[in-house]
């Protein structure tokens, strides 16, 4: 069965940097676009930034263009996301999904909180 | 602020029939995908397309779309429906974006 499992969230410092990863089975991960989706506490789905199968495209949203770097390793079945500059408002669970245009399937998520 | 725009709340009765909208410009040339949220847990795929279901999914929930509006219909709620649910589909730039709506909180009286 398809599982996603996101790793790597925490407590981070206000201009600081964290990199999370998320591993995925049960389905052929480099045929596959990739998502990171947020929720900041109490608020909606934020779509992040999606990859291309193969790397060569990535998208970002606004709020975090030139910030954040999405990666992918398919021969390790894994997805990253590097995020930089981090700022309070970056505060939320960051969901790993797989994307079809549609997400079909998601992970459990993995908090991260910036604060000093 | 989101360019897919949902009402952030609404009600309906057991048994009763329920219709979630969603409302953007990209919806006149892009389907809305519907996803159920329940507290503390990941986001839930529930329509897709035209009116698709993914396996799992009761055949209670269905979709439909008009315009610049798509709509989650759920005939006969269950109690177990009360959630809160996300629209998604691109944006309406090119740029091939995907947006969320602002969510809808279901509260099934």
């Known amino acids: 069965q398809v599982q996603l499992v996101e790793s790597g969230g925490g407590l981070v410092k206000p201009g600081g940097s964290l990199r999370l990863s998320c591993a995925a089975s049960g389905f052929t991960f480099s045929d596959y676009y990739m998502s990171w989706i947020r929720q900041a506490p109490g608020k909606g789905l934020e779509w992040v930034s999606y990859i291309s199968s193969s790397s060569s495209y990535t998208n970002y949203a606004d709020s975090v263009k030139g910030r954040f770097t999405i990666s992918r390793d398919n021969a390790k079945n894994s997805l990253y996301l590097q995020m930089n500059s981090l700022r309070a408002e970056d505060t939320a669970v960051y969901y790993c999904?797989?994307?079809?245009?549609?997400?079909?399937?998601w992970g459990q998520g993995t908090l991260v909180t910036v604060s000093s | 602020s989101s360019e897919l725009t949902q009402d952030p709340a609404v009600s309906v009765a057991l048994g009763q029939t329920v219709r979630i909208t969603c409302q953007g410009d990209s919806l006149r040339s892009y389907y809305a995908s519907w996803y159920q949220q329940k507290p503390g847990q990941a986001p839930v795929l529930v329509i897709y397309g035209k009116n698709n279901r993914p396996s799992g999914i009761p055949d209670r929930f269905s979709g439909s779309s008009s315009g610049n509006t798509a709509s989650l219909t759920i005939t006969g709620a269950q109690a177990e429906d009360e959630a809160d649910y996300y629209c998604?589909?691109?944006?309406?730039?090119?740029?091939?974006?995907?947006?969320f709506g602002g969510g809808t909180k279901l509260t099934v009286l």
């Open positions: 999904a797989r994307d079809k245009t549609i997400f079909d399937y």
């Open positions: 998604n589909s691109r944006d309406s730039s090119g740029n091939h974006l995907r947006v």
